[in-house]
């Protein structure tokens, strides 16, 4: 495996285009997708492709190359180079999702057993104060308390099993078909199916219905196989070149018109005179009648950026319950002129899937008009939600809808895309301590709530300014430092950051800035007179007696 891509790499839809020229040339990636007339050779065809598809994910995970297969499947299969290539390309991009899918499976059970054996021995160190003083509140719902606990062993300890045997598996799987429908035929009548045999044409049509061909700008229709050319008006035509195979039954090329209109059009129309590569996916949508649709992926040239950090910058933070916009002028400082508001705070979103979506899409539109008027671009947090996700079962309710409620890593990508489109750029910056720095800083500086204080410092992260640590707390959390406060400012608010967690301070109390110099105080006078804690692995009576329950 590669270097993994940065956030803003694996979000964006611009790319620098291939072609040489004296000034990069940079273009972006553009989906059109519309109604397609039908003809019997699409289903056909689309049955044949999906199953040429599964056998050549079978060959790349026995070793054959991407150029093997293509290679072989032309003889093989009756298909002309084109086809094998798009086949072959098509297996090969599966066959790396897999591959990811695995390392991040495999690296989630690895977070989701960590945090639970911590969170299994913060538990067993209560429960063994409770049983140091055996009084009525530290007795009450004990045997509730151990059984919860030894459940959760038993869980962590499946868990294990689990990764151990996905690590010695070499083999990758995938239902084609979904796996739902695949367990439906052995439950037939709860699932609505009279016999075996209407469950599984059900099944064939679900893997079939869907074949796809890449693109390539220097042939004539920007696709070697489906070509794509401009009939009149609104109306496009897809000439498709029928596959060896099926020849005999439907001719040597089947052409079928389809309609784009207002701006795909146009985009349309610049990618076939600007000669760029047309990708051509063409699938049947059970949910919408059965009706056939085709979908062109292509590149146009890029919206070039109209915001500049010289205006200032917004900063959003997204928490459990909002999403916070705030924008800072070029001096770091808070706008705050009479009658126009930087301030903007939303509600996240909840509902159905649908629901949250276009909710999220009126959200993104509003932040893109906001930055459109102030010309500057828009800062984001860079955060890595796949680690937190697995320690989901170990979060707070709140806290855990928000992250599986997928509403972070849609935000995100709909915010890149449609900034791109209205030449906003998107900066992702580091989040470490923002939520601390904001609320000790800028909460009672400028009167703002937490979440627009973290917001306030994102955007001043991304316009180059570093944040120092209030010099009260200087001599406090680093008196080896010279008084003008010289040093590695995030280590310092590291420290803070530990300490405030360690005496578990009420968020609203960091407005003062006297109540946090005294928790600190005190959290640093505890610190040096802490005394040794056992630490993982040492013996504890409660762990002994669960891990022996367990092996019986």
């Known amino acids: 495996m590669g270097q993994k891509k940065s956030l803003k790499a694996s979000l964006t839809r611009i790319s620098r285009s291939k072609i040489k020229t004296d000034k990069p040339v940079y273009q972006m990636l553009r989906g059109i997708e519309s109604k397609i007339e039908y003809h019997p050779f699409l289903e056909d065809w689309g049955n044949s492709y999906q199953s040429i598809l599964r056998a050549a994910l079978n060959d790349r995970q026995k070793g054959l190359s991407e150029t093997e297969i293509e290679k072989s499947y032309q003889k093989k299969y009756n298909i002309q180079w084109a086809w094998a290539d798009s086949l072959?390309?098509?297996?090969?991009?599966?066959?790396?999702?897999?591959?990811?899918a695995k390392i991040n499976q495999i690296e989630q059970i690895e977070t989701e057993l960590k945090t639970?054996?911590?969170?299994?021995?913060?538990?067993?160190?209560?429960?063994?104060?409770?049983?140091?003083?055996?009084?009525?509140?530290?007795?009450?719902?004990?045997?509730?308390?151990?059984?919860?606990?030894?459940?959760k062993l038993q869980r962590l300890q499946r868990k294990k099993q689990q990764l151990e045997q996905l690590k010695q598996s070499k083999r990758l799987h995938i239902c084609w078909g979904s796996k739902k429908l695949f367990n439906a035929q052995y439950h037939l009548e709860e699932n609505g199916y009279s016999s075996h045999d209407e469950w599984f044409y059900d099944w064939r049509k679900k893997r079939g219905g869907n074949f796809y061909s890449v693109g390539k700008g220097s042939v004539d229709g920007n696709n070697p196989v489906?070509?794509?050319?401009?009939?009149?008006?609104?109306?496009?035509?897809?000439?498709?070149?029928?596959?060896?195979?099926?020849?005999?039954?439907?001719?040597?090329?089947?052409?079928?018109?389809?309609?784009?209109?207002?701006?795909?059009?146009?985009?349309?129309?610049?990618?076939?005179?600007?000669?760029?590569?047309v990708t051509v996916q063409i699938f049947r949508r059970e949910h919408k009648d059965d009706q056939w649709y085709i979908h062109l992926s292509t590149y146009i040239q890029a919206v070039p950026y109209i915001s500049?950090?010289?205006?200032?910058?917004?900063?959003?933070?997204?928490?459990?319950?909002?999403?916070?916009?705030?924008?800072?002028?070029?001096?770091?400082?808070?706008?705050?002129?009479?009658?126009?508001?930087?301030?903007?705070?939303?509600?996240?979103?909840?509902?159905?899937?649908?629901?949250?979506?276009?909710?999220?899409?009126?959200?993104?539109?509003?932040?893109?008009?906001?930055a459109e008027s102030f010309q500057c671009p828009v800062a984001c947090e860079d955060l890595d939600f796949s680690k937190k996700k697995a320690s989901l079962r170990h979060q707070s309710k709140k806290y855990s809808r928000m992250l599986s409620g997928f509403v972070y890593d849609k935000f995100r990508s709909f915010l890149v895309a449609r900034a791109e489109k209205y030449g906003i750029e998107v900066i992702f910056k580091n989040p470490f301590a923002t939520s601390v720095i904001g609320l000790i800083k800028y909460m009672p500086k400028y009167g703002l709530n937490s979440a627009s204080a973290a917001a306030m410092v994102i955007a001043r992260r991304a316009l180059g300014y570093s944040e120092r640590i209030p010099s009260s707390y200087l001599s406090l959390i680093c008196p080896e430092l010279p008084e003008d406060g010289s040093g590695h400012s995030w280590s310092q608010w590291g420290k803070i950051c530990k300490l405030l967690n360690l005496q578990k301070i009420?968020?609203?109390?960091?407005?003062?800035?006297?109540?946090?110099?005294?928790?600190?105080?005190?959290?640093?006078?505890?610190?040096?007179?802490?005394?040794y804690k056992p630490e993982y692995g040492e013996e504890s009576q409660i762990y002994f007696f669960i891990s022996s329950s367990l092996k019986q």
């Not at 924008?327 to 009658?339: A, V």
């Open 226 to 277: 489906t070509k794509i050319h401009h009939s009149s008006e609104d109306i496009f035509t897809v000439t498709i070149t029928v596959p060896r195979c099926y020849q005999d039954t439907y001719g040597q090329n089947l052409t079928l018109k389809f309609e784009v209109t207002q701006a795909r059009k146009h985009d349309l129309l610049y990618a076939l005179e600007a000669n760029k590569p």
């Open 506 to 531: 009420p968020r609203h109390s960091l407005f003062e800035p006297a109540k946090v110099l005294e928790v600190l105080q005190i959290a640093v006078s505890r610190t040096k007179e802490a005394q």
């Open 308 to 370: 500049s950090l010289k205006n200032g910058c917004l900063g959003i933070d997204l928490n459990a319950n909002s999403i916070d916009l705030v924008y800072i002028k070029r001096d770091g400082n808070l706008h705050q002129i009479q009658g126009q508001k930087t301030v903007f705070s939303w509600e996240i979103p909840t509902g159905t899937t649908g629901q949250v979506e276009a909710a999220l899409r009126d959200i993104v539109a509003e932040i893109v008009r906001i």
């Open 116 to 151: 639970g054996l911590i969170k299994s021995q913060e538990q067993i160190e209560k429960l063994e104060i409770s049983l140091s003083n055996p009084n009525r509140k530290n007795t009450r719902n004990l045997t509730k308390k151990l059984l919860g606990l030894k459940s």
């Open 88 to 100: 072959a390309t098509n297996a090969t991009a599966v066959f790396d999702q897999l591959t990811t």
